[in-house]
């Protein structure tokens, strides 16, 4: 599998992508509320993140993906996404060190992502990967957590 890589607005491959996390996201359908953020995703808005943010991938075609966005306290994980086929092999996890290179590039302290509440396999992936759950949040409308916020600190590591 090829190392993570960063695309750009232009990138052939974002076609993939969006397959690629409609697939990976398909087996919340009937077990989140409200359902997943997914069914507004177009290529349009795959270039556009490409744009404000980053959308970075590994594998050829892609087999994983994740967004980053720069906040001003924290590097923002979203949609990461890994091909059933690819599960287990680690890519989550790449991306994941990826993006704490990256927050670390940017001055930035800290990873931030969101599950849903109802997803309680991501809550044990993601704290295997050094995420702690730091706090909750409500979708507009409901009046429950609908997700969790976890976060891992970046630790700066001094240049040699």
């Given at each position: ?81 890994v091909d059933a086929p690819h599960r ?8 994941v060190e990826a993006a704490a290179v ?58 040699g």
């Amino acid at each position: 599998m090829t190392m993570p890589r960063r695309l750009a607005p232009d990138d052939p491959s974002l076609a993939d992508v969006l397959s690629l996390i409609r697939r990976s996201f398909a087996y919340m359908e009937g077990r989140i509320d409200p359902p997943s953020s997914v069914h507004h995703l177009t290529l349009a808005a795959l270039r556009e993140q490409c744009r404000r943010g980053e959308v970075w991938a590994a594998g050829t075609p892609p087999a994983a993906c994740v967004f980053l966005t720069p906040r001003p306290d924290c590097l923002y994980l979203g949609k990461l996404a890994v091909d059933a086929p690819h599960r287990g092999t680690g890519l989550a996890r790449q991306l994941v060190e990826a993006a704490a290179v990256r927050a670390r590039s940017l001055g930035l302290p800290m990873l931030r992502l969101q599950t849903r509440v109802e997803l309680t396999e991501n809550h044990a992936a993601f704290a295997r990967m050094g995420f702690r759950r730091t706090g909750e949040t409500a979708h507009p409308g409901f009046g429950r957590p609908t997700s969790v916020i976890m976060e891992r600190p970046v630790p700066f590591t001094p240049a040699g």
